[in-house]
Each structure stands twice: as structure tokens, then as C-alpha cells.
């Protein structure tokens, strides 16, 4: 029987956590394209540059996937078996909640094994891949970035402005300049026109620039300087611009965690707590994975038929509490107000503790006070009460 037992329920919690897994994929990935979406249509970015940025950005959205899909999937599970009174049916045949521990722990495991696999071994080289791949479609783009009568602020510290372009030819007329790469000085150049020389191989992309005047202004207001021209070249590394495709040192997005536990506290240790919370990150998650499970199944089982939306709801409210304070940990780690093991820890802190509570709770059968709230509050508002069990059956 309790083999049997934890087959049923292995199957009824792998479903819907998978389904949860991939939705959530979906949605971060195109959160993700969104905020690339205007560097990537302004370039000459093609299908298969695109599918390979996704390829290579899944990994960091699979690392926060995991732990809500954790929580949700295993929710689901137990809210549906509750819905059906199943659960009733288990009591009544002496079959108490703790025994659906070993099937909750073996699925909340798995998704953390999966975790932790992809954080210490897909997530650094998917980093790297993806920063290079940035670089790579910069380095071939920048004639596809210049538009006209538009101000063009993609290269950092640069506005371009051109009235003219003319794509074939590499020509732009009626340009407009601003240069702020020195901070203490203001640079603005106006010209007639300019042709753009792009080297490829020499990583470097020059404005020949025509029938110009040159104006720099310091931050004290002294000195000013207006200098007029009929060539001038304005040379742009595009090392500087995108970074270089090849050597340099790692950052912590790209090492693995032997070279951050060595940067956090190895022989090479850095007074940055970055790499320290870094480090922490990549352990905590993965371990939250497993945690989110434990708190999803009596979380699941502690709300009735009629309130089982409410249940769904107060788990997606636990895991934004978990990412704020996640964040949050991050920001005070960042700021040396917290260590960075605690930061990184505490939340998951806060969950296991979480989880302990609900399983008392539902072990012992005695009611818990946000599902009486929650009851009370629908009992009070009739209309409410109805909308959300509408909404539960059609979620069924």
C-alpha cells in the first residue's frame, strides 16, 4: 500500500508541476525578449541569433522557474485531491497526511537535483555564451542602428542624431553628436555630413566626419571651447562599446562555483560581497526548490473545496514575499549591512520554518487561521464568494 500510495501521488504532483515549469519558462522568456527586444530589432539580429539568445538565457530563467514551479505544482496536486474529497477518503482509511511525505520529497528533490545541476553547470557557461553572443551581434550591427531623424542612445555614454542615412552607401548627413564618455566634460559635435568606415578586424567603427563644429564644455562652466573643422574622425572601439569576445577577466555571472567560492573565500578572496552572494545564490535556490514542495502540500490540503483559489493565491503571495526578501537580502549583502551567507540564507530560513508549521498544522487537524480568515471573508461577501468558486470550477 504505500508503495502504491506514493506512485498515485509522485504522478499526480509531476504534472502539474511540469505544466507550471514550462508555463513559467514561457512567460519569463518573454520577459526576458521584451527587455532585449530593443537592442535586438534595431540590429541586424536574425531568427537563429534570436532562438540561440533564448537557448542561452534559459538557464538563468530556469534557476528562478524552478522553485515557484515547485511550490505551485505540488499545490495544484494536493489542492485537486482535496477538491475530490480525496483526502477524506485517506483519512478514513487510516492513512494520515505524514505518509504523503516520502512521494512530496521525492518530487521537491528531484526539481532541486535539476536545479542545483543546472546553477553549478549549465547557468556559468550559458552566461558566457550569452554575453558573447550580444557582443557578436553588436560587432556586426552598428551600421543597422543608425536611423534617421532619431536620437540613438544604444552605445553607452553616445547620442547620435542623423537627418540622412543612407544604409548602402554609409553615408549620414545633418549629424548631431553628444559625448559623454569623459564625465567632467561635455562634448557636442554638429556636422554636415560623415561617412562611416567599419573595421571589422580591427574591432573599430569611424565616423569621417565633414563640415563640422566641435563644442566642449567642462562641468565648472570655464573654458568653453567651440572649434570648427573640415574632417574629423571619431573613432569607436568596439571592445569599449560591447566588451571583448575574447580574454579579459570573468564576471561573477560567468565563473562556476569553485571560482567564486574561491573569489568569496579562497586565496584570491575580493572585498566585493558580491561574489559572496553570488556564491550563496547559487545553493540557496536550488535548496528553496525543495523547501517550496514541503510548504505546497499541506498548503494544498488546508483549504477547502470552495476556497481552494485562495489556497493558489496565498502560495504565489509566499513566494513574492521569498523573492522580496531575497532581494532585499541582496541589496543590504550588496551594501555590507548584512553578511552574505545570511542574506542569501534567511529567506530559506523563513520557508523551512513555513513548512514545519503547515505540516504540524495538518498532522494534527487544527484549523489554520488564514484559511478561517479567508472563509469568514467569503462568508461576509457573498458575491465574492461566488466569483472565486466561478473561477475555481473553470480552472478545474
Not at 487561521?369 to 475555481?392: M, N
Request: glycine share 6%.
Amino acid at each position: 500500500m504505500p508503495k502504491t500510495l506514493t506512485r498515485y501521488l509522485i504522478k499526480e504532483q509531476i504534472i502539474p508541476l511540469s505544466i507550471c515549469f514550462l508555463g513559467l519558462c514561457l512567460i519569463l522568456v518573454t520577459g526576458r525578449m521584451l527587455q532585449l527586444s530593443r537592442y535586438l530589432f534595431a540590429s541586424s539580429a536574425n531568427l537563429w541569433d534570436f532562438g540561440e539568445l533564448i537557448g542561452f538565457a534559459m538557464p538563468k530563467l530556469i534557476i528562478y522557474a524552478f522553485p515557484m514551479a515547485s511550490l505551485i505544482g505540488v499545490l495544484l496536486a494536493l489542492v485537486r485531491l482535496n477538491s475530490d474529497s480525496e483526502l477524506v477518503g485517506f483519512r478514513a482509511a487510516g492513512i494520515g497526511f505524514a505518509q504523503f511525505l516520502p512521494s512530496v520529497l521525492l518530487v521537491a528533490s528531484l526539481a532541486a537535483i535539476l536545479s542545483f545541476l543546472n546553477s553549478v553547470y549549465l547557468l556559468p557557461s550559458a552566461n558566457t555564451s550569452f554575453q558573447n553572443k550580444l557582443k557578436s551581434i553588436g560587432r556586426i550591427s552598428i551600421p543597422a542602428l543608425l536611423k534617421e531623424n532619431t536620437f540613438i542612445d544604444l552605445i553607452p555614454n553616445l547620442i547620435f542624431y542623423f537627418d540622412t542615412v543612407k544604409t548602402t552607401e554609409l553615408i549620414v548627413e545633418g549629424i548631431f553628436v553628444q559625448d559623454h564618455r569623459q564625465p567632467d566634460i561635455r562634448i557636442a559635435i554638429v556636422a554636415q555630413s560623415a561617412r562611416i568606415l567599419y573595421q571589422k578586424d580591427l574591432s573599430h567603427v569611424i565616423f569621417k566626419i565633414q563640415n563640422g563644429i566641435i563644442t566642449r564644455i567642462p562641468d565648472a562652466l570655464k573654458d568653453a571651447q567651440a572649434i570648427t573643422f573640415k574632417t574629423y574622425e571619431l573613432s569607436l572601439s568596439l571592445d569599449e562599446v560591447f566588451g571583448s569576445l575574447s580574454g579579459g577577466a570573468k564576471g561573477r555571472k560567468e565563473m562556476n562555483l569553485e571560482e567564486l567560492y574561491l573569489m568569496s573565500y579562497g586565496a584570491d578572496k575580493r572585498a566585493d560581497p558580491r561574489f559572496a552572494l553570488e556564491f550563496h545564490s547559487r545553493l540557496a535556490l536550488p535548496v528553496s526548490c525543495l523547501l517550496f514542495g514541503l510548504v505546497g502540500a499541506p498548503l494544498g490540503a488546508l483549504f477547502r473545496q470552495r476556497s481552494r483559489m485562495a489556497g493558489v493565491t496565498l502560495g504565489i503571495l509566499i513566494f513574492l514575499a521569498y523573492y522580496m526578501g531575497l532581494s532585499a537580502g541582496r541589496g543590504l549583502g550588496e551594501n555590507r549591512l548584512l553578511s552574505p551567507h545570511l542574506a542569501m540564507w534567511a529567506p530559506n530560513c523563513s520557508i523551512a520554518l513555513l513548512a514545519v508549521y503547515l505540516w504540524v498544522k495538518v498532522h494534527t487537524e487544527t484549523p489554520f487561521g488564514i484559511a478561517i480568515l479567508l472563509e469568514k471573508i467569503e462568508r461576509r461577501f457573498p458575491r465574492l464568494r461566488a466569483w472565486i468558486y466561478k473561477k475555481g470550477r473553470y480552472a478545474d
